[in-house]
């Protein structure tokens, strides 16, 4: 069983910061792609950034410039650091990584979600 539990998430002014962490647990044989999605009410589930196994990144043009993600292999852990967050970033963020729980065998998993609001 993979659980990944996201945490980090609140409110914050806009202008202001937060890092969201995920942290993969379970029978873990090897992380491949994760990532951040995020979804706001009324939206459509988006990809805000993505990074490979070998530290490879992509940012939805919304937030380049402003988020950026990070990896610790070591410790089967994502992280978002936003940066100059704006009222249209507020959203459900979910953690989403590819992990293979056997050689041979990958599965996608999803976070249970982190809530982020960017208000005066």
């Known amino acids: 069983q993979v659980q990944l539990v996201e945490s980090g998430g609140g409110l914050v002014q806009p202008g202001g910061s937060l890092r969201l962490s995920c942290a993969a647990s379970g029978s873990i044989f090897s992380m491949y792609n994760m990532g951040w999605y995020r979804q706001a009410p009324g939206k459509q589930r988006e990809l805000v950034a993505a990074?490979?196994?070998?530290?490879?990144?992509n940012y939805a043009d919304s937030v380049k410039g402003r988020f950026t993600i990070s990896r610790d292999n070591a410790k089967n852990m994502v992280y978002l650091q936003m940066n100059s967050l704006k009222p249209e970033d507020t959203a459900v963020y979910y953690c989403n990584a590819m992990i293979g729980v056997v050689a041979g065998l990958e599965n996608n998993y999803w976070g249970q979600g982190t809530q982020v609001t960017v208000s005066s």
């Open positions: 990074i490979t196994s070998g530290g490879s990144t």
